[in-house]
């Protein structure tokens, strides 16, 4: 029952929409377009899952840090691009963050939490800010932020539960898993996607 969960897991995960979710305004600015964003472009629920995984394969601290760090920092992203201040390279960094959180995941990168929690956070400021950026004059910032925060912290969530039940015996999958992720942050980056 396991296997077929986790099999599940991994091909709802990989069969992802591969639009890209950002840059141009939504038309509905509120909670329910704030819950919606997250999960309309495979960058943004692979990257948010990932960190959930490769959270749950650190263990310890981790687990909880990296997520928290994670919807904090890309709340404050949000701001920043519902503010109009300069960030460079917003799809560039949404790109790498998916390349290289799943290859901290398809390799098991042990790193100390500090330095996960950092890198995590640094990602998580391009994807709030792709978040605030596209958010249109009229409508509560506030609401549509509480919606992608939430919807972040599921996918957290999800990505947990996935790696703390793959992560002492399924690190094949979770190989394959990462080795996905990257290969499409990669073509995220390259431009195919």
Same mark, same amino acid.
């Given at each position: 029952?396991?296997?077929?969960?986790?099999?599940?897991?991994? =091909?709802?995960?990989?069969?992802?929409?591969?639009?890209?979710?950002?840059?141009?305004?939504?038309?509905?600015?509120?909670?329910?377009?704030?819950?919606?964003?997250?999960?309309?472009?495979?960058?943004?629920?692979?990257?948010?899952?990932?960190?959930?995984?490769?959270?749950?394969?650190?263990?310890?601290?981790?687990?909880?840090?990296? &997520?928290?760090?994670?919807?904090?920092?890309?709340?404050?992203?949000?701001?920043?691009?519902?503010?109009?201040?300069?960030? &460079?390279?917003?799809?560039?960094?949404?790109?790498?963050?998916?390349?290289?959180?799943?290859?901290?995941?398809?390799?098991?990168?042990?790193? &100390?939490? =500090?330095?996960?929690?950092?890198?995590?956070?640094?990602?998580?400021?391009?994807?709030?800010?792709?978040?605030?950026?596209?958010?249109?004059?009229?409508?509560?910032?506030?609401?549509?932020?509480?919606?992608?925060?939430?919807?972040?912290?599921?996918?957290?969530?999800?990505?947990?539960?996935?790696?703390?039940?793959?992560?002492?015996?399924?690190?094949?999958?979770?190989?394959?898993?990462?080795?996905?992720?990257?290969?499409?942050?990669? =073509?995220?980056?390259?431009?195919?996607?």
């Amino acid at each position: 029952m396991v296997k077929l969960r986790s099999t599940l897991a991994v =091909l709802a995960t990989l069969a992802a929409p591969l639009a890209v979710a950002h840059t141009g305004a939504h038309e509905h600015f509120d909670l329910f377009a704030g819950l919606a964003h997250p999960v309309s472009g495979a960058d943004h629920l692979l990257a948010m899952v990932a960190v959930g995984i490769w959270g749950a394969m650190l263990g310890g601290s981790a687990r909880l840090a990296l &997520p928290v760090s994670f919807v904090l920092a890309m709340l404050l992203g949000g701001v920043a691009g519902q503010l109009g201040l300069g960030l &460079p390279a917003i799809e560039t960094g949404i790109a790498l963050s998916v390349l290289v959180l799943g290859l901290m995941v398809s390799l098991a990168v042990r790193v &100390p939490t =500090l330095a996960a929690v950092a890198m995590t956070a640094g990602f998580a400021l391009f994807h709030g800010y792709a978040h605030g950026a596209e958010a249109p004059a009229g409508g509560s910032f506030w609401l549509y932020g509480a919606g992608f925060a939430a919807v972040t912290a599921v996918l957290h969530l999800a990505g947990f539960a996935l790696g703390q039940s793959l992560v002492s015996r399924g690190r094949l999958l979770l190989q394959v898993i990462g080795g996905g992720m990257a290969l499409t942050g990669g =073509l995220l980056l390259g431009g195919v996607l």
